[in-house]
């Protein structure tokens, strides 16, 4: 069973900090990494994507890989109290199926 | 912009009840997909379609089945409601290129007396 692990948090940060997500991931074959954000109430919606080893930065957001050790993580930079969510790290290994962790609560703090 | 409907966004069924869920996508897309949301399990696909009459059992396909008539629209059925399928329900379509972006529909909160 391919499995992807978060900690479910809740992760409190104050306003303007870093806010440092992490997912491992249990299948070496995966390819591609997502991370999808999910406010209360609403369906997921994608956020960042990241398939080579390194970092990717998309304005206040860096995804970063490491499929040495199976880690994705996401890093939200100037945190502000409208990230508050839940953040779905989720791994594919064909491009199509993709394999959702449970999620980590953000709370921003204003 | 993609859109992905769902039929209702409240649903209250009795146990033993036949239950359909629909989900339609104006994209186009090939490959669609029905997960259940739980608190502390994440999302868990159910089952998926890449194409007209195609699906394949994901993780949990015990206790529902699914049809893909059309290509735009993916129904969810429980054959026989029960409490434990009481959820949130998921709908999804996958873009045909590039980072393969799944795109979510608003979801059925499906409770089962």
């Known amino acids: 069973q391919k499995e992807v692990e978060q900690n479910s948090g809740p992760l409190s940060v104050p306003e303007g900090a870093i806010a440092s997500l992490n997912c491992t991931y249990s299948?070496?074959?995966?390819?591609?990494f997502f991370w999808y954000r999910q406010y209360s109430g609403k369906s997921p919606e994608l956020i960042m994507f990241?398939?080579?080893?390194g970092d990717k930065e998309d304005g206040r957001f860096t995804a970063q890989l490491n499929k040495a050790s199976q880690y994705v993580s996401l890093l939200i930079r100037d945190s502000q109290p409208s990230d508050s969510a839940t953040y779905l790290c989720?791994?594919?290994?064909?491009?199509?199926?993709?394999?959702f962790g449970a999620g980590t609560i953000l709370r921003v703090k204003s | 912009d993609v859109k992905v409907t769902q039929s209702s966004r409240y649903l209250v069924k009795r146990t033993g009840e036949k239950v359909f869920l629909e989900c339609v996508q104006d994209?186009?897309?090939?490959?669609m997909f029905w997960y259940r949301q739980d608190p502390g399990l994440g999302l868990r696909l159910i089952y998926f379609?890449?194409?007209?009459?195609?699906?394949e059992k994901g993780d949990i396909p015990e206790g529902y089945s699914v049809s893909r008539e059309k290509k735009e629209r993916f129904s969810l059925i429980l054959e026989s409601a029960s409490t434990n399928q009481t959820s949130m329900y998921l709908c999804?379509?996958?873009?045909?290129?590039?980072?393969?972006?799944?795109?979510f529909g608003p979801g059925t909160r499906l409770t089962v007396t």
């Open positions: 990241i398939y080579s080893n």
């Open positions: 999804a379509s996958l873009s045909g290129g590039f980072p393969y972006e799944q795109y």
């Open positions: 379609s890449y194409d007209v009459k195609m699906k």
């Open positions: 989720a791994v594919s290994e064909y491009g199509n199926k993709l394999v």
């Open positions: 994209m186009d897309h090939e490959n």
């Open positions: 299948d070496r074959g995966s390819q591609s």
